[in-house]
């Protein structure tokens, strides 16, 4: 299969995966814990449903934000966006597996959202009577939970790189005659390749997961068939840029990000292994 075909084959998924997606939203996604809570003022774990599908809802709209980005050939945006996604991603997790820390996925953002709490010039979170609340906002270095630690620090880092204003993606911004252009289409393969990724580990903790309650018996079928497409796209496409960051480069600057590029790509390669 060519470059074009994986290209156009990336598309496809990402097409799906945005379908299916907002298909789950309207008939899966609703505010379990605050239904409860404003019925009988209890927080419970059921927020982590909240917060699974709210994550899953904000990202879906960001992926049809990246769909839009790819048609115009702005794939470095499509990565400032993509590391929210991630972000999504590692929060519901962490939040999945820590569900006593409520107040600081749920209550502690909505008060400081809504200026009921605010943060001081020491950096505490305080009500407006001046009291320290109990918790903190929690960091997203501090999500990365499971095999999602192999790869995190590469992966985020190398999304950091297009979130901030880091004169290392300088060459993304010049034409082949050193001038600043905004027309290149730098890699769209693997930027494809990186929000495939995300998302499927995103759609497989929120939507193919056991006793999630699907539309019906095809609906059900085709969201694990998408899923398991991904992933062999997935594995197909890593091990392309695998071997292509394994050739050898004359300049030494380039062989040590070649090296680098291709030990990520391996480490997000293998979290897909059972």
Not at 44 to 54: N, P, Q
Not at 61 to 66: E, R, T, V
Not at 123 to 129: A, P, S, V, Y
Request: with cysteine.
């Amino acid at each position: 299969m060519s470059i074009d075909e994986k290209i156009k084959l990336a598309d496809k998924l990402i097409n799906r995966l945005i379908f299916e997606s907002r298909n789950f939203v309207l008939y899966a996604a609703f505010q379990y814990g605050t239904h409860d809570y404003l019925l009988a003022g209890e927080k419970s774990v059921k927020f982590t449903y909240d917060f699974e599908y709210f994550t899953f809802t904000k990202s879906a709209k960001s992926l049809l934000s990246i769909r839009a980005l790819f048609k115009d050939n702005r794939n470095e945006d499509v990565l400032i966006l993509l590391r929210s996604v991630f972000e999504n991603y590692l929060s519901c997790r962490y939040f999945n597996e820590n569900d006593e820390m409520i107040d600081n996925f749920i209550f502690i953002p909505i008060g400081l959202a809504n200026r009921l709490y605010y943060f001081d010039s020491e950096g505490k979170i305080k009500d407006r009577e001046k009291n320290e609340v109990d918790g903190k906002i929690v960091e997203p270095k501090e999500f990365k939970i499971g095999k999602d630690k192999d790869y995190y620090y590469d992966f985020y880092e190398y999304l950091c790189r297009y979130a901030h204003c880091n004169y290392g993606i300088i060459n993304d911004y010049l034409d082949d005659k050193h001038c600043y252009t905004t027309e290149r289409n730098n890699n769209p393969l693997l930027a494809k390749l990186f929000v495939i990724f995300v998302f499927t580990r995103l759609f497989e903790h929120v939507v193919t997961v056991e006793g999630e309650e699907f539309l019906n018996e095809r609906t059900e079928k085709k969201c694990y068939q998408l899923v398991k497409e991904s992933i062999l796209f997935q594995n197909e496409v890593f091990a392309v840029f695998i071997e292509a960051y394994s050739k050898p480069v004359k300049n030494e600057t380039l062989r040590h990000k070649q090296k680098w590029m291709r030990e990520m790509l391996k480490k997000m390669k293998n979290i897909m292994l059972p």
